[in-house]
């Protein structure tokens, strides 16, 4: 069974950066692709971007692209995204994904989510 | 990139009635590659249909999914207490992965 636990809550000022983790463990981690979604508070899902875990490649949501960065640590089977620039509409929760063996595949299984605040 | 439209936004309904959410994409988009998952409030999105009408592990037969090309219909046979929530189609097979503005099945 995977699982993946992110990490907690963060409270940023504009202009600040945050980067977040999510920890994969159960299965082959080399053999995903891990995915970051957006959810503003009472808004819908933003895919951002993947990796993949293997080689460490990466593609983006144009949206996001230049301002999110996703990269992991193999040793550690954890993926982060690092968000920078924020800005107050950047407030929200932000859930790993892990998607299947290859691309094409849908999100099987969800994190936790991390809320980002962004407030001066 | 593909748009996905959901609709209707809120579907106000009663426990044992039928549910039928429809999701239409801006261009024609292949099924095996057409999802939908369901939130409940404060909680993470969870899968429920994959490949257009595959359901996912440990998912009832009382959700079902069908369509092709645009459109792509989830239906909830009869509803039950836990099944009010939102749902989202999720459209994963190009280079840019799109999900719907989500449907909220409301009593």
């Known amino acids: 069974q995977v699982q993946l636990v992110q990490s907690g809550a963060e409270v940023k000022k504009p202009g600040a950066s945050v980067k977040l983790s999510c920890k994969v463990s159960?299965?082959?981690?080399?053999?995903?692709?891990i995915h970051w979604v957006r959810q503003a508070p009472g808004q819908g899902l933003e895919w951002m971007g993947w990796i993949n875990a293997g080689i460490g490649n990466t593609r983006y949501s144009q949206k996001f692209q230049g301002r999110a960065s996703i990269t992991r640590d193999a040793s550690a089977t954890t993926v982060y995204v690092e968000m920078s620039s924020l800005r107050g509409d950047d407030t929200a929760v932000f859930f790993c994904a892990r998607g299947g063996q290859g691309l094409g595949r849908p999100f099987f299984n969800w994190g936790q989510g991390s809320l980002v605040s962004v407030s001066s | 990139e593909t748009l996905l439209t959901q609709s209707p936004g809120t579907l106000s309904l009663s426990p044992g009635e039928r549910a039928t959410l429809s999701c239409r994409a801006s261009q024609t988009i292949a099924a095996s590659y057409l999802a939908w998952y369901q939130q409940k409030p404060g909680q993470s999105p969870t899968l429920l249909i994959y490949?257009?009408?595959t359901r996912a592990s440990d998912i009832p037969d009382r959700f079902s999914g069908s369509g092709s090309g645009t459109d792509f219909t989830l239906t909830i046979s009869r509803l039950e207490p836990e099944d009010f929530a939102v749902y989202y189609c999720?459209?994963?097979?190009?280079?840019?992965?799109?999900f719907g503005g989500g449907t909220k099945v409301e009593i």
């Open positions: 159960g299965g082959d981690f080399s053999k995903y692709f």
């Open positions: 999720h459209h994963y097979g190009d280079s840019q992965l799109p």
């Open positions: 490949g257009t009408s």
